[in-house]
């Protein structure tokens, strides 16, 4: 069963430059009813700071180095070394089941 708390998870699963995110459900504009986004790794860009966020557009989850675009959904905030994660700062927003 998928929960709310445990949707869209951002963590550190593997060594060096990589975030996993978990599958979730997710309401989207311009959809009548919630969109399934699969569990996905996230390649980052080394000694930076990573945005890692649902993109509206093609319902999947990616990152930049340049902030949070809109309209996304933002999941997470990485720091980066030149070969491995620094700092995971959540992002996700609060949801109402």
């Given at each position: 069963m998928l929960r709310y708390s445990n949707s869209l998870v951002p963590q550190v699963v593997v060594p060096?430059?990589?975030?996993?995110?978990?599958a979730g459900r997710v309401f989207m504009s311009g959809f009548n009813q919630a969109v399934n986004?699969?569990?996905?790794m996230?390649?980052?860009q080394?000694?930076?700071t990573?945005?890692?966020f649902l993109l509206e557009s093609s319902k999947s989850v990616?990152?930049?180095?340049s902030g949070f675009p809109?309209?996304?959904?933002?999941?997470?905030?990485?720091v980066t070394s030149a070969s491995g994660i620094v700092a995971l700062a959540d992002y996700r927003s609060d949801a109402i089941a």
């Amino acid at each position: 069963m998928l929960r709310y708390s445990n949707s869209l998870v951002p963590q550190v699963v593997v060594p060096g430059l990589v975030v996993s995110v978990s599958a979730g459900r997710v309401f989207m504009s311009g959809f009548n009813q919630a969109v399934n986004i699969p569990a996905t790794m996230v390649i980052l860009q080394p000694s930076t700071t990573n945005y890692v966020f649902l993109l509206e557009s093609s319902k999947s989850v990616t990152s930049n180095t340049s902030g949070f675009p809109n309209p996304s959904y933002p999941l997470a905030v990485v720091v980066t070394s030149a070969s491995g994660i620094v700092a995971l700062a959540d992002y996700r927003s609060d949801a109402i089941a």
